[in-house]
């Protein structure tokens, strides 16, 4: 019987959805990190749950010849990456078993995922990065906690963030600038948030606990010497006490508070808050996809839910008759437009403001019978109301982007009864060396 401080031997079958390995203790799953598929451990209880356990490798028996030794020097403390100990061949097998498992357990499919795209750079491809700041910190959160590792570089970004990094906490030591201190709610530096494109600009947002900042000359200037090639710099204030990181007042101090962008030919501008995909090559993987999926001829009608600025939209657009995209964010749906406008898609597409569920109800009401429906929910799914709408509407094709495989298998489950089957599944790998991973799913009507 498992006991928590006991050492048992095990044999390590696969992979959990945050990247532990797993392993079969006396008839229970063993969530055992750093551990990989294979291997032969003796493995230290930390904790017993009600129908699981968590472990560490107190003596490796038998390594796999998968294992590598870490090339961060910080991985272990930070939660950012969860598969550096692995090679990147491991880490994307992991990847689609994860994905391959979960339609088949929780959504009952029983087709395989045959591919998963690998990313050609696994260095350096965020082109977002939001850094938590504590006093004397300025990194990430350790794995599981909100304590701050302070961080000098990050394989995961452009060294252009990392330059920023250093001035920032520079001139919070040189100007005695305090921190935010999310337990007290005082203290006025909360977050770095950075975002980078592919011509090499980088754009600078300071999160603060207060409409200014002090020597904010001062902050610019060092931002400026730190990286030649910064577009501007933003204060977002944020007084409120929550997990949200940016808040809903931006104000330039410096340069312009927007960034372009190429995806998939078409040209984005995003600011601060605007949602894009942080590696743009898988993107364009995705999308490529996704567009596959679809199977336009350049007659269809496609609504797509979770539009967002815009990208899928009018990749879509390019193929399509009309494409109709949904989006709950006002700001969002503007984007779009204005990215729809710029594009030279206006005429081919339509943005609507408001609740996925509502708006696909209000869409079905007006009579529209689109071919091709398109979803990129965030992460908890769509809601049963959605699904059941999407059913009602009867599209020919269901193309169904998705950041986490347990609620897209849920849901594939929820489009079964409904006369849809799982026909296609092929993951990407947005995020090398973290246990995140993106999925392309096509569900036609018929099962066939």
């Not at 709610?185 to 977050?191: D, P, Y």
């Not at 409120?240 to 040209?267: A, M, P, S, Y």
């Not at 596959?292 to 539009?307: D, N, P, W």
């Not at 429906?373 to 169904?400: H, N």
Request: net charge neutral.
């Amino acid at each position: 019987m498992l006991k928590e401080g006991a050492v048992f031997p095990a044999v390590i079958e696969g992979y959990a959805s945050g990247g532990e390995g797993v392993a079969r203790i006396d008839g229970v799953a063993v969530f055992v990190k750093g551990a990989l598929r294979g291997e032969r451990a003796d493995v230290f209880i930390e904790h017993v749950g009600r129908s699981a356990a968590w472990g560490r490798i107190e003596k490796l028996l038998e390594p796999s010849p998968a294992r590598i030794q870490p090339d961060c020097p910080y991985y272990g403390r930070c939660g950012g990456c969860q598969f550096r100990h692995m090679t990147y061949a491991e880490e994307l097998e992991a990847k689609r078993q994860r994905v391959e498992d979960a339609l088949r357990r929780i959504g009952g499919a029983e087709i395989g995922v045959p591919v998963i795209y690998g990313a050609k750079n696994t260095l350096r491809y965020r082109n977002k990065v939001q850094f938590p700041v504590a006093q004397g910190a300025v990194g990430y959160y350790r794995g599981g906690t909100h304590q701050v590792v302070d961080i000098a570089d990050c394989l995961l970004q452009p060294e252009a963030d990392t330059a920023c990094r250093a001035a920032v906490k520079g001139w919070m030591e040189r100007f005695h600038v305090p921190a935010y201190d999310e337990r007290t709610g005082k203290g006025l530096v909360r977050h770095l948030f950075l975002r980078t494109n592919s011509a090499g600009e980088a754009l600078c947002c300071v999160v603060a606990n207060g409409k200014s900042l002090p020597h904010e000359k001062e902050l610019v200037d060092v931002l400026q010497a730190a990286a030649p090639s910064l577009a501007g710099v933003v204060l977002s204030v944020n007084t409120r006490k929550t997990n949200v990181i940016l808040g809903q007042e931006f104000r330039t101090l410096w340069g312009r508070d927007w960034l372009e962008e190429t995806l998939c030919g078409h040209v984005f501008r995003l600011s601060v808050p605007s949602f894009f995909q942080v590696n743009r090559a898988q993107t364009e993987v995705l999308y490529g996809r996704a567009l596959e999926f679809a199977a336009l001829t350049g007659r269809e009608t496609v609504v797509e839910l979770y539009c967002g600025i815009g990208t899928i939209s009018l990749t879509l657009a390019e193929r399509a008759g009309q494409v109709i995209g949904v989006e709950v964010v006002p700001q969002a749906v503007a984007d779009a437009r204005e990215n729809a406008r710029r594009n030279g898609l206006e005429g081919r597409t339509r943005f609507v403001c408001g609740d996925a569920a509502e708006l696909a109800a209000s869409l079905e009401a007006e009579g529209v019978r689109p071919d091709v429906v398109v979803v990129d929910p965030p992460r908890k799914g769509l809601a049963p109301a959605v699904v059941d709408t999407i059913a009602r509407m009867a599209p020919r094709r269901v193309v169904y982007v998705s950041c986490d495989p347990a609620t897209l298998a849920r849901d594939v489950g929820r489009f079964t009864p409904l006369g849809y089957g799982l026909a296609q599944a092929e993951a990407v790998d947005l995020f090398p060396r973290t246990a995140h991973v993106e999925t392309a799913a096509l569900l036609v009507r018929g099962n066939g």
